[in-house]
Structure formats: structure tokens, C-alpha cells
């Protein structure tokens, strides 16, 4: 029952974020958002966090799963605490009042994107490893998902901080007014979290046998793509070219990853009274 009850909540979530999804994107790209609907995106950033919560007890078991999501959730609030209200490691900024609540100086959708961020880097680092250097080391996960972190950070500041307005730099400089010091930390701090993240989920040898059993496999990467599609429009829609530059590299990276194994499968679900149950069998 309680197995059947994840899988609900997380179908029932990652639904939910794709039928947002398109709207959501179109009003960025085109600048139709309207007034007063602000807190559409901490909806969206809690959404992702719950999904990518669901999807990992799913596969990995209420104990491992529930503590691996808030090791990264409790890890990822005090950094950004500590960075809010200090200015290290990142750099000098502050949040705006655009994405609310907040808890201290903290918006709670933020923690939520770092949980959502660090477990979909480190699947899809996984995912495209294990297509494209067979036997690869835990190591070569890590540096990867840190990695694939970054790019997304690259891609998503332009957007969070001229688009739409989330959080401000102070003493403004380097790429798009974002100091250099920001993705050297975004770096460090993944490198961090994707250690914790690996080590809590069993190291390379428990990971390496689940690796070909995991449910819904999708899911992770559909997350990072998804997120990593919407920022690389929004900043080629608004002229940030280099951002959107470096988002077509990274999406056209996955799609070589994609071509050297294909795509995980896909569910194929069925409704029995109010359950959904799956019908696909884990990968083989």
C-alpha cells in the first residue's frame, strides 16, 4: 500500500508539473506574465522539490529516500542562509520579495530548486555515464552532476535575476552582472551536496546494481531537461545569447548521451478504481 501510495503522489505531481509547463513557458518567453500571479513560481519549485522527493523514496525506500532528500534540503537552506546574509561564498546578494514565503531570509521554493537541481544533475549524470563510458568510477558521477549544476545555473541566472526579478546582485560584475565567485561556489557546494547525496544512497556499488532496476528513470531527466528548455528559450527570447548558447550545448550534449543508448522507457499506466498502477517493469 505504501508503495502504491508514492507511486500516486508522484504521478500525480510530475502531472500536475506538466500540464503547468507550457503555459508557464510561454508566458516567459513571450513577457505575458500577469500581475499578482508571482507566486505561480514557488508553486512550480515546490512541485518539482515534492517530485523529486516521491521519485527517489520510490526507488530507494522511505529511510534512504526521505533522509537523502533533507540532507540536500537542509544543506542547501544554510548555505543560502549563510550566503543571503553574509555574502559568501557567492557573492553579495539579496532576494527580492517576488518569490514568497520566505523562511528567514530564505524563500522556501529556493531550498526546494537546490533539492530538485541536485538529484536530477546526479540521475542524468548517471544516466548518460552509463551509456557513454561503460564501468565509469563514482567519482566521475560526482564531478559530472556538479557539473551539469553549474550549467544550469549559468543558463538560469540571467532569467532569475533580469527577467524575473528573484534576487539582486550588489557590486554587480562579470557574466550578465553575476559575480564569477557565484558558479565557482555553485561548483564547490554541488561537488558537496552530490557526495552527501551519493554516499546516502549507498556509493557506487548499491547505486550500481540499482542502476539498471529504478523506476520511472524518466523522471529525473525530464526534470533537468525541462528546466534547462525553459531557461535556454527565456534567455534567447530576451537576448541573453550567450546564456542560450551555452543551454543548446548542454541540451545537444544530452541528446548525443540520448543517441549513444536511447531514452528510458516510458510508463504505460492504467487506472484501477482511484489507483494508478504501473504496467512497465524496471529497466533491463
Not at 164 to 180: E, K, M, R
Not at 253 to 270: H, T, Y
Amino acid at each position: 500500500m505504501w508503495n502504491r501510495t508514492n507511486r500516486i503522489v508522484l504521478f500525480i505531481t510530475f502531472g500536475v508539473y506538466c500540464f503547468i509547463y507550457p503555459s508557464s513557458l510561454f508566458l516567459l518567453v513571450t513577457d505575458r506574465v500577469p500581475a499578482g500571479t508571482e507566486w505561480m513560481a514557488t508553486l512550480m519549485l515546490l512541485i518539482e522539490g515534492a517530485i523529486a522527493i516521491a521519485w527517489v523514496v520510490v526507488n530507494y525506500g522511505r529511510l534512504r529516500g526521505f533522509v537523502a532528500a533533507l540532507a540536500v534540503l537542509f544543506l542547501g537552506f544554510t548555505v543560502e542562509a549563510v550566503g543571503a546574509s553574509t555574502g559568501f561564498p557567492f557573492g553579495h546578494y539579496s532576494y527580492t520579495e517576488v518569490l514568497y514565503p520566505k523562511l528567514f531570509v530564505v524563500p522556501i521554493g529556493i531550498t526546494s530548486a537546490w533539492l530538485m537541481m541536485i538529484l536530477a544533475s546526479f540521475f542524468t549524470a548517471r544516466f548518460i555515464l552509463n551509456r557513454v563510458v561503460p564501468g565509469h568510477s563514482e567519482s566521475s558521477v560526482v564531478f559530472l552532476s556538479a557539473l551539469l549544476a553549474v550549467l544550469s545555473d549559468l543558463v538560469m541566472e540571467p532569467v532569475a535575476v533580469h527577467v524575473q526579478g528573484y534576487w539582486t546582485w550588489h557590486d554587480a560584475s562579470g557574466y550578465y552582472g553575476v559575480p564569477l565567485s557565484n558558479f565557482v561556489a555553485w561548483l564547490i557546494i554541488s561537488l558537496l551536496l552530490v557526495f552527501v547525496l551519493s554516499r546516502i544512497m549507498g556509493g557506487g556499488k548499491l547505486l550500481g546494481r540499482q542502476a539498471i532496476k529504478q523506476h520511472f528513470t524518466f523522471i529525473p531527466l525530464a526534470l533537468y531537461v525541462m528546466n534547462l528548455v525553459m531557461f535556454t528559450s527565456v534567455n534567447l527570447a530576451h537576448s541573453y545569447y550567450l546564456a542560450g548558447i551555452i543551454g543548446l550545448g548542454v541540451i545537444a550534449g544530452f541528446a548525443w548521451g540520448v543517441s549513444r543508448g536511447g531514452l528510458p522507457p516510458l510508463p504505460v499506466i492504467k487506472l484501477r478504481g482511484l489507483f494508478i498502477s504501473p504496467l512497465t517493469k524496471p529497466e533491463e
